[in-house]
């Protein structure tokens, strides 16, 4: 046997049943908060997330999986969708195109990092992108719209994180405050922090390292270092939030692992998830569509990631449903008619199984039985020269027998009935 790659998973029945779960829930929640979606390639030019995700970040550093391809382009698999979005935002000037430019993508993304539990190299993410709106009523709206996103996931155990990262009038002078305040004490943390200290010191408060973590504990916090205009805004989101009866936690840690955020930033945290417990996250980028060459426009949204909002489902949250119907065949002329009457029945829309190995009545009885199909119609030599089916309920055992056309509508009315009791 060929394993899947190290990093990678297979959704199999039986799970893959609570990601349709989640995806019909995130559908159905953007459509109603005006999203449209959007569908981008999964192979992009590095540049993109050089300039867009940022060069100090621990995703261009190390874990993009990129190439030279062929024609000798520098190519790579997106390690995140918000460039990408931009991107098409941009080149497809979806700004004149829309009534308002709010848009939405689902796929997989590819980092090369440790595989942890809810973790993988291949991973899944819904992605959600708002443009042109600088007001801190639609920071609000967004976040509004993440934890009631989680809410009809039926994930009650979460918890809402916000903070605010400045912008680049106020974030110089925080920067300042915040490497005077480690000063001799950078020699003490890890390489990756003491590299973060010299191109990006806001990244220290990503830092995992237990070993770091009170030297971090004591450094200044960004709400101290705002602009007014930044603090204002920061104030205004959480004005609107409280007006929302949202509740939130300002931790002065989220800074989140990417450099295009300005000032709002926020996490929800599944915390039954366990050490990796952001749900999903996101905030304003400001200057973003600008520097990936698009015009002058505000940017916000989130990212949540399916492989932790299906682990934090309730178990019940969704299963895979049962057959409506199993066709069995008695006797060798009765087999096409089976097969013929299941083709009938799918085309109704009813979920339908059929047996094609001319297996014994009473073996295509247990399998009708093992599928937990609901109701059995049997064909066999007597069926098939009254023009009828019998139909047997298997929730109640009895047995009726009912003219081949009406088969359909038959069964239409047990469902409704079994769906009114």
């Not at 449209?36 to 970040?57: D, H, M, Q, W, Y």
């Not at 029945?345 to 295509?364: E, F, I, K, M, N």
């Not at 247990?366 to 119609?377: E, I, M, S």
């Not at 109640?396 to 009114?420: I, S, W, Y």
Request: a negative charge; glycine letters at 8%.
């Amino acid at each position: 046997m060929i394993p899947a790659v190290r990093g990678t998973r297979d959704v199999v029945p039986g799970e893959v049943e609570r990601w349709q779960h989640l995806e019909q829930v995130a559908h159905d929640v953007c459509r109603r908060y005006g999203y449209r979606e959007v569908r981008t390639p999964v192979i992009e030019r590095e540049e993109l997330f050089a300039k867009g995700t940022g060069e100090s970040t621990d995703i261009v550093q190390k874990e993009m999986y990129a190439f030279t391809d062929k024609g000798g382009e520098r190519v790579t698999l997106r390690p995140e969708a918000t460039p990408s979005v931009v991107r098409a935002f941009v080149q497809h000037a979806l700004e004149q195109a829309l009534t308002e430019a709010k848009l939405y993508a689902i796929g997989p993304m590819f980092r090369y990092e440790r595989p942890q539990k809810g973790r993988y190299r291949q991973f899944h993410q819904l992605d959600v992108e708002a443009f042109g709106v600088e007001a801190p009523a639609l920071d609000a709206e967004v976040i509004e719209m993440a934890a009631h996103l989680v809410a009809e996931l039926g994930i009650a155990d979460a918890e809402l994180v916000i903070n605010t990262v400045g912008c680049p009038e106020c974030r110089p002078a925080f920067s300042r405050a915040l490497l005077d305040a480690l000063g001799d004490r950078v020699a003490e943390l890890c390489g990756d922090c003491r590299r973060r200290a010299r191109t990006n010191p806001l990244r220290i408060f990503d830092c995992k390292q237990p070993a770091d973590q009170p030297v971090i504990d004591g450094l200044p916090h960004t709400v101290d270092y705002l602009c007014p205009p930044c603090s204002e805004h920061f104030a205004a989101v959480r004005e609107a939030l409280e007006a929302f009866g949202v509740e939130y936690r300002v931790s002065h840690r989220l800074v989140r692992g990417l450099d295009y955020y300005r000032r709002t930033t926020f996490e929800i945290l599944g915390r039954a998830l366990g050490a990796q417990d952001a749900l999903l996250g996101g905030g304003r980028y400001d200057g973003l569509v600008r520097q990936l060459g698009g015009p002058d426009r505000a940017g916000i949204g989130f990212a949540a990631g399916l492989e932790r909002l299906v682990l934090a489902m309730p178990p019940d949250a969704a299963v895979a449903a049962p057959p409506d119907a199993y066709v069995v065949a008695i006797g060798e002329e009765a087999r096409q008619p089976a097969q013929v009457l299941a083709r009938d029945l799918r085309h109704a829309g009813l979920c339908t199984l059929v047996d094609y190995d001319a297996r014994s009545p009473r073996s295509q009885m247990k399998r009708a039985g093992k599928a937990q199909a609901g109701q059995v119609l049997i064909l066999g030599a007597d069926e098939l020269a009254g023009g009828r089916v019998s139909l047997k309920d298997m929730n109640t055992g009895e047995q009726e027998a009912v003219p081949r056309g009406d088969v359909v509508d038959r069964l239409r009315r047990m469902q409704k009935d079994c769906v009114a009791s």
